[in-house]
Each structure stands twice: as structure tokens, then as C-alpha cells.
């Protein structure tokens, strides 16, 4: 039987900003990236995320980023490799601190927003990621985009890796995320997003932009909770996985 795991952005919501709707979507994720604070998430927020994960048995990844709370972490910010492996092992350390403060254990660490898209192929950015990550706690894993540099990099200094795709996503012929501020980047139906992740698991193909397919070889799934059409596309994707026998798993990492 095939197996995948499916993943989803959580926690982000802070002070009285409410982003996307956590507790109807981890009854069908099993791996959840925990906003760390910079982009979202609060400590009451994140200490309830880390809470209901745990309740779900579902496994917990740091979703770290820019510091860059008012663009929600999707802007760009040129930070000196020194600050910004500072800047991740600071919320690694937050995620990883109040998991184990409740009994559970944190498994790894996904960038969030414009530095997931920026680390996936900027050596320098990879590089301060990894050495964040290493130095936190060598056992962590990364998830990052499936057929990166940042994949690359870390099969060469040791790092675990867990290559992603996303449901919600359009491609470049590339194999890289049409840009947001491009019309269609996000899919917004549950038909769609569930056609994409059969697509996925079964053939490592995802259909381009521009038309011809791309070879995609992902662990992991990422659905984004801040997403008005989540919870929806969670269903589809589960009755889609259940109808093709496909068991929902949290895979180990390569």
C-alpha cells in the first residue's frame, strides 16, 4: 500500500488576528509546521498548536522565518547569513522548547513563506538554514521543496530531508511555485487539489504552468492553512487517498 504524508502551515494566528481554522484541519494532516512568532503565532497560540497536535498524534515541524510579522513572513529580506542563522535557531528553539515542555518532541524544521522559496535555491540562505537546524539539534529533519538546492545541500552535509510538494500550489516547468502574485498560484478548489496530490503520489507529476508535466518526488504534502478553502480540500484529499487506497502517514525523513 502506498502511504504520504500530508502537512499543513498551523498556529498563525496572533493576538486577536485569527488565520485559518487549526482545530478542523488536524483530523486529517499527520505532520503540522508550528508558526514560530515572526510571521505568527503567539506563546498562547503556539502552546495550544503544540497541544492539540499532540492530541491528534500528529508530528511536529518548526515553521520558522523572515522576521517579518506585518508581510506574514512572504517578503523578501536580505539578512547577513550570521543574523539569519541566528533568526532561525532562535524560533527552532521556541518550537522545540515548549514541545518537549509538554511531553512530545519536535521532529523538524520548515521554513516558512519567502525564505522557503528564497533557501530552496539561494546556496547562501540553504546554508545559514542548515547550519540553524545543526546546530539546534543534529537529529532535526528539514522539509523544504522536493528537487531544490537546498535538498541537495543537505544530502551533503548530513542533514535529513524531507522533500515536500504542495496540494494547493501551480508549478513552474521548473518544478518551482508560481509566484503569489501571479494570477491561478493558488488552487482554489478542493477538485483540483485533490486531483494534483493523486498525481503526485501515484505518477511524481504535478501538471506545469506551461503545460508539460514536471517529475516531483515528494514525501510530504503541504496544504496552507491560511488557505479559505483548507478544511475543504482536506476532505476531498482524504476521500481521494481512501478511494485509491493510499494510507496517510507521516513518513520518516531521507
Known amino acids: 500500500m502506498q502511504s504520504i504524508d ?25 505532520s503540522c509546521n508550528i508558526a514560530c512568532g515572526l510571521h505568527g503565532g503567539d506563546p498562547l497560540t503556539i502552546e495550544a498548536t503544540i497541544r492539540q497536535a499532540l492530541q491528534h498524534g500528529v508530528r511536529i515541524g518548526a515553521h520558522p522565518s523572515y522576521p517579518d510579522l506585518a508581510g506574514f513572513g512572504r517578503r523578501r529580506m536580505h539578512l547577513p547569513p550570521a543574523e539569519l542563522t541566528a533568526v532561525v535557531k532562535y524560533q527552532i528553539a521556541v518550537l522545540k522548547s515548549l514541545t518537549e515542555s509538554q511531553g ?62 504542495f496540494a494547493d500550489r501551480r508549478y513552474t516547468a521548473q518544478g518551482r511555485l508560481v509566484a503569489r502574485s501571479r494570477a491561478g498560484a493558488v488552487l482554489e478548489t478542493p477538485a483540483l487539489a485533490a486531483a494534483q496530490v493523486l498525481r503526485l503520489v501515484q505518477q511524481q507529476q504535478v501538471e506545469s504552468n506551461e503545460g508539460p508535466p514536471v ?40
Open 215 to 254: 517529475v516531483v518526488r515528494a514525501q510530504s504534502i503541504c496544504i496552507h492553512g491560511d488557505n479559505p478553502a483548507a478544511v475543504a480540500m482536506l476532505q476531498a484529499i482524504q476521500q481521494t487517498l481512501a478511494d485509491h487506497d493510499i494510507r496517510r502517514e507521516a513518513v520518516a525523513a531521507c
Open 6 to 30: 500530508i502537512n499543513c502551515d498551523m498556529g498563525e494566528s496572533y493576538g486577536q488576528f485569527v488565520i485559518g481554522n487549526d482545530a478542523a484541519i488536524f483530523p486529517y494532516i499527520s
Open 104 to 165: 512530545g518532541q519536535l521532529a523538524y524544521v520548515k521554513p516558512h513563506g519567502a525564505l522557503y522559496n528564497v533557501a530552496a535555491d539561494d546556496e547562501t540562505e540553504a546554508r545559514a538554514v542548515l547550519r540553524a537546524v545543526q546546530e539546534m539539534d543534529s537529529a532535526l529533519a528539514l522539509m523544504g521543496l522536493a528537487g531544490s538546492t537546498m535538498e541537495r545541500l543537505a544530502a551533503e552535509v548530513g542533514c535529513a530531508f524531507i522533500a515536500e510538494a
